[in-house]
């Protein structure tokens, strides 16, 4: 099927999730009553998927026929859906579970949800950023995630026994509940997410360079989720502060789709890189300094840990300039040769010129070092003619 050439579905599709989380946030209000932190959950949540279509928007009317801006468009408009029909079965109650519809609404919010969520991070990897496998081959790995994607919903569709709202599923099967099908659909969708992260590190190594960084942007926001939910988790486990831990990775695909400060990535990334490792080597010296000054210092004088606070706070205050310039010199090196390589050749070429007063060897060198650090198609050197003036000879008055 071809993608639309038009930014009409995505519109619809922003309409259609911005109208069912107002039809579902009335729902919960009139049902359940006003809370100031339920509210404040569903409102973060309620805005990562409107900010996730809004990025599809964005993303269609930039590249019509890329299906990632319609992953973004689809992924929260199924959500949505799960949202309201589950708040409506929820509010219907069980008073109404004898109307022939009373089932509609907790069968919908089943598995409506779960597959648009699947889908993105199941295909999401596989065709970011252009839209395609990174080959031919990986095409039969798209057929394969579409046919994983359409068994989640089939078997979330027919769990048998009760579902949300407290109904009956008229469609349930016996098979659907069964722990080999669930096992099954279960491996085939995180067989499906690596085989879908192993295309992104082929696609990196054949990509360009504006690929590359639009991939190296998602592998960082990645981590920070990561980092982030680990946090959270241990720290304050918290709805609002979860939701926007979630939408670190949404908002770096679409930052990266729309090449919003692309290339301020790696900048990003190695400052982030040196102040994580700083941190750590500091907090390695202060801990091993009270350490070592506590024992010593208590052993020797009797004095107490707060000698060795001191004498640990001044070690780390010392140590901050060297490690940092120490660290940031390995970083450069290891992750931003480029840059580091062309910081060398310019600092070379400096010494040379001050050493070198042969104006044909600077040339040929400066040209090296262009081509080194800025590697142009062509590179050309024009000297300026130097013409000394004449002295204009002739009788002077006194």
């Known amino acids: 099927m071809r993608p639309p050439e038009s930014t009409r579905p995505a519109v619809a599709a922003l309409a259609l999730t911005l109208a069912q989380i107002a039809a579902g946030a009335l729902i919960s209000v009139l049902h359940f009553g006003f809370d100031l932190v339920d509210t404040l959950d569903a409102g973060s949540y309620a805005a990562l998927l409107v900010g996730m279509s809004l990025i599809g928007l964005l993303i269609a009317r930039r590249e019509p026929a890329n299906p990632v801006g319609w992953l973004f468009s689809l992924a929260p408009l199924l959500v949505s859906v799960s949202l309201t029909f589950g708040a409506i079965g929820i509010a219907a109650g069980p008073e109404h579970r004898d109307w022939s519809w009373a089932p509609l609404p907790a069968w919908l919010s089943q598995w409506a949800w779960p597959l648009g969520l699947i889908g993105f991070a199941v295909l999401m990897p596989l065709l970011f950023p252009d839209g395609r496998p990174p080959s031919g081959r990986w095409r039969l790995l798209v057929k394969i995630d579409l046919v994983v994607i359409a068994a989640t919903a089939v078997l979330l569709a027919t769990q048998p026994g009760d579902i949300n709202g407290g109904v009956i599923n008229p469609v349930g099967l016996e098979v659907s509940g069964s722990a080999p099908a669930i096992g099954a659909v279960v491996v085939a969708i995180v067989a499906a997410m690596i085989a879908g992260f192993v295309s992104a590190v082929v696609r990196y190594r054949r990509a360009d360079e504006t690929q590359r960084v639009q991939l190296r942007e998602c592998l960082f926001a990645i981590c920070l989720t990561f980092v982030g939910f680990v946090l959270i988790t241990v720290l304050s486990a918290n709805e609002v502060l979860y939701t926007i831990d979630y939408a670190l990775i949404p908002a770096s695909v679409g930052l990266a789709m729309l090449r919003y400060r692309l290339y301020d990535v790696?900048?990003?990334?190695?400052?982030?890189?040196?102040y994580a490792v700083l941190v750590a080597a500091l907090a390695a010296v202060y801990l091993a300094g009270i350490a070592v000054f506590g024992l010593t210092f208590r052993a020797a004088t009797g004095l107490g840990s707060s000698f060795a606070v001191t004498l640990s706070t001044l070690a780390v205050a010392a140590a901050f300039h060297p490690f940092r310039r120490r660290i940031q010199h390995a970083?450069?090196?290891?992750?931003?040769?480029a840059a580091y390589d062309a910081q060398a050749a310019v600092e070379a070429?400096?010494?040379?010129?001050?050493?070198?007063i042969d104006l044909d060897l600077l040339s040929d060198r400066l040209l090296e070092t262009v081509r080194e650090t800025v590697r142009p198609r062509t590179a050309s050197v024009w000297l300026a003619p130097v013409t000394i003036p004449e002295r204009q000879f002739g009788r002077t008055e006194a």
């Open 266 to 274: 790696d900048v990003v990334i190695r400052r982030t890189l040196v």
């Open 331 to 337: 970083v450069d090196r290891r992750f931003s040769r």
């Open 349 to 356: 070429f400096a010494g040379d010129l001050r050493q070198q």
